[in-house]
């Protein structure tokens, strides 16, 4: 996100916030939708200080909803979310996380550039970019991907000891 138009909403190869929305979603529920929506407007505004407009706010509570977004969808098509190896989402089957990341990253890209079309922030006088729609695909899912990697290298020790 930016405040001000500057830096440009063209959208990152690697954007590691996704996977912090669906970590936080998937495994502490929809009670982390108000601190992910502070975070996604408190991050900018640290960064660019300035507060951001009603546009800017519009945006982050878009993406922040991307993921509940996906997990409502799934579960309308009969996949639930759980802890067990019975449910049909397992919290604990990285595969399942990983499907909960690329539909959240689809609803992300293309509802965000649906709305600055709206705006016209980045489009001018035409519909989304598929180009840009693309990047947002992608960076949401190399960023998530990413982190993934990096928690999995990292407690990978930690779950060895408690076996």
């Known amino acids: 996100m ?6 440009s909403w063209d959208g990152s190869l690697i954007y590691l916030p996704h996977a912090a929305r669906v970590l936080c979603v998937v495994y502490f529920g929809y009670k982390s939708i108000p601190a992910l929506y502070c975070a996604e407007i408190l991050g900018p505004l640290t960064i660019y200080s300035a ?39 397992n919290k604990r089957n990285y595969r399942h996380v990983a499907l909960i990341t690329i539909i959240s990253a ?6 965000v550039n649906l709305v600055l079309s709206f705006f016209e922030v980045n489009y001018f006088q035409e519909l989304v970019d598929v180009a840009q729609v693309t990047r947002f695909l992608v960076g949401d899912i190399l960023g998530s991907v990413t982190v993934f ?14 076996v």
């Open 51 to 89: 507060v951001p407009d009603p546009q800017m706010l519009f945006l982050a509570m878009l993406s922040v909803l991307s993921v509940p977004f996906a997990l409502f969808l799934l579960t309308a098509i009969g996949f639930s979310l759980g802890n067990t190896r019975e449910s049909p989402l």
């Open 149 to 162: 990697l990096v928690l999995a290298v990292a407690f990978r020790p930690l779950l060895r000891k408690n």
């Open 106 to 111: 689809m609803l992300n890209a293309l509802g």
């Open 2 to 7: 930016q405040v001000d138009m500057s830096p």
